[in-house]
Nanobody, 115 residues
């Protein structure tokens, strides 16, 4: 079955940290770009971070210096470490895979930053 399964969302206090994980199945994981997007209420979906198949990564401007993406090709997993979190980071976070001719999305996981 082709799918992406996210885990790790939840409630975190400002300044805290959270780790998201996404496990892929049914796709050629090692040879595609995989990453994370987010969507806050009333806003468009935006790129958080993308791990390219060649080993590099791209980040949204807000994520640079605070978030780190990593991939484990053997485990078909992409992780997102989020540090120094702010209330503005509150959103639904979606795992994303860029296939050859289409995109694959996870169901999303809620992240709430609040005291």
């Amino acid at each position: 079955q082709v799918r992406l399964m996210e885990s790790g969302g939840g409630l975190v206090q400002p300044g805290g940290s959270l780790r998201l994980s996404c496990r892929a199945s049914g796709i050629d994981f090692a040879n595609i770009a995989v990453g994370w997007y987010r969507q806050a209420p009333g806003k468009e979906r935006e790129l958080v971070a993308m791990a390219n198949r060649g080993g590099g990564a791209d980040y949204g401007s807000f994520a640079k210096g605070r978030f780190t993406i990593s991939r484990d090709n053997a485990g078909n997993t992409v992780n997102l470490e989020m540090n120094s979190m702010e209330p503005e980071d509150t959103a639904v976070y979606y795992c994303h895979a860029q296939l050859d001719f289409s995109e694959l999305w996870g169901q999303g996981t809620q992240v709430t930053v609040s005291s």
